[in-house]
């Protein structure tokens, strides 16, 4: 009964591949959220979802494409996979806009 | 622009003293304030919050201070427990919209 899972925990892949990562939340959340966070640790948003609309799309490479097939679901695409996209990224909802819930992130790992 | 910042990366304590992590911002909108734990390989949980109209918020152990005419906000905890040791971000929300500005990260560890 995980609140915000995300799949898969790891991904080790080649430079120039594609990837997905998913989320998915059973809180009941309007809007949902990706989070990079880098190698110093900084936690960056990327982008927002509010009942699968697009609200917050922060200077993220195009190669970036979030996908929110319903507002319990929001998905992130990440075409040609270059090295500076090595990181943890995590999902997280909110209802309202106030406490946000993480899921367990997953680190990407690109060779 | 880095509008949230905790300066200190580490801080270690005795097991039963205070902790105190220190947070600063930059943006006079912000108008609430969260503090979050992260363990390692975990996603980071929510711990404690506090609206701008408050200027402490307790709970159990962990009480927020927040001072906004210096902008800055602080997280003690008490006694601190060796369960206490992760790191702590601290996060603001604008009033003008739902995004989230999150600090750095303090490395807390509680030493028995």
């Known amino acids: 009964d995980t609140a915000v899972s995300q799949t898969p925990k790891y991904l080790v892949t080649q430079m120039g591949n594609d990837k997905s990562i998913k989320c998915e939340q059973n809180?009941?959340?309007?809007?949902m959220y990706w989070y990079k966070q880098d190698s110093k640790k900084f936690l960056k948003i990327m982008f927002s979802y509010n009942n699968k609309e697009l609200i917050i799309n922060e200077t993220v490479p195009n190669r970036f494409s979030p996908k929110s097939p319903d507002k319990a679901h929001l998905n992130l695409h990440i075409n040609s996979l270059e090295l500076g996209d090595s990181a943890v990224y995590f999902c997280?909802?909110?209802?309202?806009?106030?406490?946000?819930?993480f899921g367990p992130g997953t680190r990407l790992t690109v060779l | 622009d880095q509008q949230v910042k905790q300066n200190s990366p580490s801080l270690s304590v005795q097991e039963g003293r205070i902790s105190i992590l220190n947070c600063d911002y930059t943006n006079s909108m912000f108008d609430y304030f969260l503090w979050y734990k992260k363990y390692p390989a975990e996603g980071p949980t929510f711990l404690i919050s506090i609206s701008s109209i408050k200027d402490k918020n307790e709970d159990g152990r962990f009480t927020v201070f927040l001072n906004k005419s210096a902008k800055h906000l602080s997280l003690h905890i008490v006694p601190s427990q060796p369960g206490d040791s992760a790191v702590y971000f601290c996060?603001?929300?604008?009033?003008?919209?739902?995004?989230?500005?999150f600090g750095t990260g303090t490395s807390l560890t509680v030493i028995p």
């Open positions: 809180l009941g959340h309007d809007t």
């Open positions: 996060a603001a929300l604008s009033n003008t919209g739902n995004q989230f500005y």
């Open positions: 997280a909802s909110s209802q309202a806009g106030y406490t946000q819930y």
